[in-house]
């Protein structure tokens, strides 16, 4: 089982970044997916989650109105737009999984499968 996770880079604040986090080994279609971020120094922290069928979402208050989480379980992807970018959204952002539904969609621990990462770096 594996997530890719792509789409990191270099933006000046208030510009917009997709990331994409592609499965494989398994489907993840009846499970929520989640985005967390870890900048240098800091723990990872929740971004987004999104249940199994798209609805509800959740996301942290500090990007609630600028990232947007959405799924296509057709074809296991996961994306996470960010918009309106500000140099503290500087991470590496992790796409996440857990085995089965049920909990917390904002609980890291409550997931099993996680992304490499992709390097987001927003300069003022």
């Known amino acids: 089982v594996q997530l890719q996770a792509s789409g990191g880079g270099s933006v000046q604040a208030g510009g917009s970044l997709t990331l994409s986090c592609a499965a494989s080994g398994r489907t993840f279609s009846s499970v929520h997916m989640g985005w967390f971020r870890q900048a240098p120094g800091k723990e990872r922290e929740f971004v987004a989650a999104i249940s199994w069928n798209g609805a509800p979402t959740y996301y942290a208050d500090s990007v609630k109105g600028r990232f947007a989480i959405a799924r296509v379980n057709a074809k296991n992807t996961l994306r996470l737009q960010m918009n309106s970018l500000k140099p503290e959204d500087t991470a590496v952002y992790y796409c996440?999984?857990?085995?089965?539904?049920?909990?917390?969609?904002?609980?890291?621990?409550?997931?099993?499968?996680w992304g490499q990462g992709t390097l987001v770096t927003v300069s003022s």
């Open positions: 996440a999984a857990p085995v089965k539904d049920g909990a917390a969609p904002r609980d890291r621990r409550g997931y099993d499968y």
